[in-house]
């Protein structure tokens, strides 16, 4: 049923072109990363996300995961699925050589966890918490927890787990009740319950290493007390901690991801150990965070991208409809202009966050080495990128199944799996509620807008490179982009002057001021893209067909999808007023 087939074309041209791979610094081992390098990783992982991933996407949501007696079953071939990557290497493409990995820059691993999540992401989800875990441990671990459980992990014989949500917190973790009591050996008991805990038992790998959040005993109330502790689920003897699942979850998507309620210290306490310092917890979780959102706004592109492609290969097979001008002639669905607008509804915005996200990966690269303002670029992103892209994921899919007519609404095309899977991505990894909260208050205000600033600025010399281009399509391109510019321009300064005088009006225009903000970022992805695409024809170099496309989808987003900042601007600056008035 699958017709996914990773988007090459585009991810080569976005690495190679529009975001850079000229920007990062060589590898120790494999010297410049250059395009040689990158076909030889991208192609065989295509291949694996094609013909082993994507083909059970749909059995494994109609099989979903079962659960007796304390064990997970997954669904058929996802464990075969699993071994397959897990000895392909992958599992390690981004992580430290010293621990087993592969240590190439995040710039690259991006597409291909763009890959494993557009192919099937219910399995992307088991290496996506495993990379946080990893990313945490290798943080702030000691040096034994490093030496225990890293190299396993990188190697992904063994998966990793967040465990920060329990039944009365959702996403205030300052009322978490599990607790944590010290053994008198370094090690501790770990006492509660966790919900929500992506692939917190499977039968893929041969140890799953938890990291959860609880309470010391002598804890201070709130965040600042939550420390954060390794649970692994097979003790270093060989026997089971206590740590059980206790149930999984019916969902609405990713059926195939156990997501699993997990219950600690029923026998007499878990055993864990501490990371880093007590009461430190929270802030070591949010080294898996940060990681992780930048990752789900990943799986947002990743599953537009498969949503299109389904759609579009029904629009070409399905015929309906004659020719405005020729009554008796039969045509595809394709050929109808609104069913063209919708699919470029998909494909434009799809592009814009594509371009966005790696742009990020770039960013997160540079700041690794040391480049303070790559982090600052990287932390503004971080947001807009979760949000932003999983919002375009939600309305993607919703439009495939749209085109798909009546047929889209039942599950024999499988249209209507994207739309189902693609609706946790704007509530997990911190609610794109959540997300306008952090961008607004911690990445706008807390700097009084130097980093904001300074991105503005980048658009604007962006603006004054399409100046140089005399081509009417341009002409529209910095136009539209220049509009929205001001508007972007006007709700950030908006929202620095509010602040001084009612942060709860900072808080109701949060969200429109990031759809503001992403809005005009995706546009400017898109400018640079199709700058370069031009300049490409103008050359006679590459493929002509694409370089033209990336013009025209970028012109249709800058018509059709940049429009709207303008609007979000106006719900910044006039639309807090009725959110704090109205009475429920």
């Known amino acids: 049923m699958s017709t996914y087939h990773p988007p090459l074309d585009d991810m080569r041209f976005v690495l190679e072109h529009v975001v850079g791979l000229n920007n990062l610094a060589a590898h120790t081992e494999m010297g410049e990363i250059n395009m040689e390098l990158i076909e030889s990783i991208l192609t065989p992982a295509a291949k694996l996300a094609s013909e082993v991933l994507a083909p059970i996407n749909h059995s494994g949501d109609q099989e979903g995961a079962t659960l007796k007696d304390g064990v997970v079953t997954t669904a058929k071939g996802?464990?075969?699925?699993?071994?397959?990557?897990?000895?392909?290497?992958?599992?390690?493409?981004?992580?430290?050589i010293e621990h087993g990995g592969q240590e190439l820059p995040w710039l690259l691993a991006f597409p291909l966890q763009e890959m494993w999540q557009g192919a099937n992401m219910a399995f992307g989800l088991c290496p996506l918490l495993n990379q946080g875990a990893i990313e945490a441990i290798h943080a702030h671990g000691s040096d034994t927890q490093k030496k225990e459980y890293l190299e396993k992990m990188i190697s992904g014989e063994w998966t990793g787990t967040m465990n920060l949500t329990e039944p009365q917190a959702g996403s205030d973790l300052s009322v978490i009740r599990a607790k944590a009591e010290p053994n008198g050996d370094g090690t501790y008991k770990i006492f509660g319950q966790k919900i929500y805990i992506t692939y917190g038992e499977h039968n893929m790998a041969e140890n799953i290493i938890h990291l959860v959040l609880a309470r010391l005993p002598d804890a201070p109330e709130g965040v600042k007390g939550i420390s954060l502790f390794i649970v692994p689920k097979i003790m270093r003897d060989g026997t089971?901690?206590?740590?059980?699942?206790?149930?999984?979850?019916?969902?609405?998507?990713?059926?195939?991801?156990?997501?699993?309620?997990?219950?600690?210290?029923?026998?007499?306490?878990?055993?864990?150990?501490?990371?880093?310092?007590?009461?430190?917890?929270?802030?070591?979780?949010?080294?898996?965070?940060?990681?992780?959102r930048l990752s789900v706004g990943l799986q947002g592109v990743a599953i537009a991208e498969a949503a299109y492609q389904h759609a579009l290969h029904y629009a070409h097979d399905r015929e309906q409809g004659t020719k405005l001008t020729d009554r008796k002639t039969a045509v595809k669905i394709l050929d109808?202009?609104?069913?063209?607008?919708?699919?470029?509804?998909?494909?434009?915005?799809?592009?814009?966050?594509?371009?966005?996200?790696?742009?990020?990966?770039?960013?997160?690269?540079?700041?690794?080495?040391?480049?303070?303002?790559?982090?600052?670029?990287?932390?503004?992103?971080?947001?807009?990128?979760?949000?932003?892209?999983?919002?375009?994921?939600?309305?993607v899919t919703s439009i495939g199944v749209q085109i798909h007519g009546g047929m889209?609404?039942?599950?024999?095309t499988g249209a209507a799996q994207f739309y189902r899977d693609a609706r946790i991505l704007p509530i997990y990894e911190g609610t794109n509620g959540i997300q306008a909260a952090d961008l607004a208050f911690r990445k706008i205000l807390r700097d009084q807008g130097i980093a904001i600033k300074a991105y503005l600025s980048e658009i604007e010399l962006l603006i004054r490179d399409l100046d140089q281009i005399e081509d009417p399509k341009f002409f529209d391109l910095r136009h539209g982009l220049d509009s929205a510019l001001d508007a972007l321009t006007g709700a950030t300064n908006w929202v620095l002057e509010?602040?001084?005088?009612?942060?709860?009006?900072?808080?109701?225009?949060?969200?429109?001021?990031?759809?503001?903000?992403?809005?005009?970022?995706?546009?400017?992805?898109?400018?640079?893209?199709?700058?370069?695409?031009?300049?490409?024809?103008?050359?006679?170099?590459?493929?002509?067909?694409?370089?033209?496309?990336?013009?025209?989808?970028?012109?249709?987003?800058?018509?059709?999808?940049?429009?709207?900042?303008?609007?979000?601007?106006?719900?910044?600056?006039?639309?807090?007023?009725?959110?704090?008035?109205?009475?429920?």
Not at 78 to 96: H, I, Q, T
Not at 356 to 369: G, I, K, R, S
Not at 408 to 412: D, N, Q
Not at 542 to 561: A, L
């Open 78 to 96: 996802l464990k075969e699925a699993y071994a397959e990557y897990r000895d392909g290497g992958w599992n390690g493409v981004p992580f430290s």
């Open 240 to 292: 089971r901690n206590d740590a059980v699942c206790t149930g999984i979850e019916h969902k609405l998507g990713i059926h195939a991801s156990p997501t699993c309620t997990m219950q600690f210290g029923d026998k007499g306490g878990a055993i864990g150990t501490l990371v880093g310092k007590e009461n430190e917890g929270l802030k070591y979780m949010f080294t898996m965070m940060n990681n992780a």
């Open 336 to 395: 109808h202009a609104d069913v063209k607008r919708q699919l470029l509804t998909m494909k434009s915005q799809i592009e814009a966050m594509r371009a966005l996200t790696y742009e990020a990966a770039l960013h997160l690269d540079l700041a690794n080495q040391g480049d303070a303002l790559a982090q600052a670029k990287v932390d503004l992103l971080t947001p807009v990128v979760k949000a932003c892209a999983t919002d375009m994921a939600v309305e």
């Open 408 to 412: 889209g609404f039942v599950e024999e």
């Open 498 to 584: 509010a602040a001084s005088k009612d942060l709860d009006s900072v808080a109701a225009s949060s969200v429109p001021y990031l759809n503001c903000l992403g809005s005009v970022a995706g546009a400017a992805m898109m400018i640079r893209s199709a700058i370069i695409a031009k300049q490409q024809l103008d050359h006679g170099q590459g493929d002509e067909e694409f370089f033209k496309n990336k013009i025209e989808s970028t012109h249709f987003y800058i018509t059709h999808i940049l429009p709207k900042a303008e609007a979000h601007a106006q719900s910044v600056k006039k639309g807090s007023d009725s959110v704090l008035a109205y009475k429920f």
